[in-house]
C-alpha cells in the first residue's frame, strides 16, 4: 500500500460522512495529514467524534473545523488553522470538494400519468387492498432491496418551486466555491508543488432527475470550473479533476427525492450489481494523489463498476 509523507495533507470540504469521510479515513492509514472541514449540529456529533478518532489514530496530525466553508469567515479561519499546524514544510497534497448543499425543490408541477394510476389502482383492487397499504408495502420492499419493484416506488417531491435565490446558492455550494478554496490556498502558497484538486459530480451533469435542477446546474458548473482550473493552474503544478461516482447510499443520496427507485435502477443496471460505496471512490482518490497519477489532469474520471456505460 502506497505511504503518503506526513507534511502532505489532504483538505476534505464535507468530510465528515459519504465520500469525504472514507477519503479522510483512507488516506490518513497511508499516512497523510488531514484536515476536514464540515458542518454538522450538536446532536450529529457523537457519531461524527467516533470516526474523527479512528482518523486520529492513523494520521501523523488531524484538524476539523465544524463551520461553513462557503463563508470568507470559515475560509480565514480554516487556511489559518491548517497554515499554522502544517508549518514549516507541510503543504496541501490533495484539496477534496465534496460539499452536499444543495436545494432540491421542483421546477415545475407535477403531471400524474393517468395509465400509471390506474394500473395501481386495479392492481391494489385485485390484491384487496387500499392504496397506502400497497404504497407502503412497495416501500418496504425497495428497502429490503427487491429492485424489481422500482415502477411501482411514488416520491414525495416539494410543492414549493426553486427560486433564484434557491439556485444561485446550490451553484455556488457545490460548484463555484471550489474557486474560492482554491484561490485562497494558492494565495496563500500552501499547495505542493505537485498537488490535486479533485470534485464529485454526479450523472445529474447530463440526466435531468426532478428536483434535481439547482444540483445539475452546480454540477456542469463545478465540471467546467475543474477544467479551468486544469489549464491556468496546471503550469503552477497543479492537477484537477472531477470524479463521477456511481448512485452511492450516503446522506446526501437519502435528501433527493425518488432515492429509493435510482438505488434499485442501480442495483439492476450496474454490471456488479451492486451500488458504489464511498470506500471505493476513497480508494480511487488515495490512487489519484500517488506520484504516478500526475499526468491526469482536466477531465470527468467515472467510478461507478461500469454503471454508466451499461444502459
Known amino acids: 500500500m502506497h505511504q503518503f509523507n506526513k507534511n502532505q495533507w489532504a483538505l476534505i470540504l464535507g468530510g465528515s460522512s459519504g465520500f469525504g469521510l472514507a477519503t479522510a479515513k ?3 492509514q497511508q499516512g497523510m495529514s488531514i484536515c476536514v472541514v464540515h458542518r454538522d449540529r450538536r446532536g450529529a456529533m457523537d457519531r461524527i467524534d467516533v ?9 501523523p496530525a488531524f484538524l476539523a473545523f465544524n463551520l461553513d466553508a462557503l463563508s470568507p469567515e470559515g475560509r480565514n479561519t480554516v487556511i489559518a488553522g491548517l497554515k499554522e499546524a502544517m508549518l514549516p514544510a507541510g503543504r496541501v497534497r490533495l484539496l477534496f470538494h465534496s460539499i452536499a448543499f444543495g436545494n432540491l425543490k421542483p421546477i415545475a408541477p407535477v403531471k400524474p400519468s393517468p395509465t400509471r394510476e390506474q394500473a395501481i389502482v386495479k392492481l391494489c383492487k385485485s390484491l384487496g387492498v387500499d392504496r397506502s397499504t400497497f404504497d407502503k408495502a412497495v416501500i418496504q420492499l425497495a428497502e429490503e432491496e427487491v429492485d424489481e419493484i422500482a415502477p411501482f416506488i411514488s416520491s414525495e417531491y416539494s410543492e414549493q418551486f426553486i427560486d433564484d435565490e434557491d439556485m444561485a446558492r446550490t451553484v455556488y455550494s457545490m460548484g463555484t466555491s471550489l474557486l474560492s478554496w482554491t484561490h485562497d490556498l494558492f494565495n496563500h502558497q500552501m499547495f505542493a508543488e505537485d498537488s490535486r484538486i479533485l470534485a464529485m459530480t454526479s450523472e445529474g451533469n447530463e440526466v435531468a432527475w426532478r428536483g434535481y435542477a439547482a444540483v445539475s446546474a452546480a454540477k456542469v458548473a463545478l ?17 484537477a479533476n472531477a470524479i463521477q461516482a456511481g448512485v452511492t447510499d450516503t446522506p446526501a443520496l437519502r435528501a433527493i427525492p425518488g432515492s429509493l427507485k435510482m438505488k434499485a435502477a442501480a442495483r439492476q443496471r450496474n454490471p456488479f450489481g451492486r451500488l458504489t460505496k464511498p470506500e471505493d471512490v476513497a480508494g480511487f482518490i488515495s490512487l489519484m494523489c500517488t506520484d504516478e497519477a500526475g499526468w491526469v489532469n482536466g477531465t470527468i474520471l467515472r467510478v461507478d463498476g461500469g454503471e454508466h456505460i451499461s444502459g
Open 223 to 239: 465540471e467546467a470550473l475543474v477544467r479551468s482550473i486544469a489549464a491556468e493552474f496546471g503550469p503552477h503544478g497543479i492537477r
Open 26 to 28: 483512507k488516506l490518513s
Open 51 to 59: 470516526e474523527f478518532a479512528e482518523i486520529k489514530k492513523n494520521a
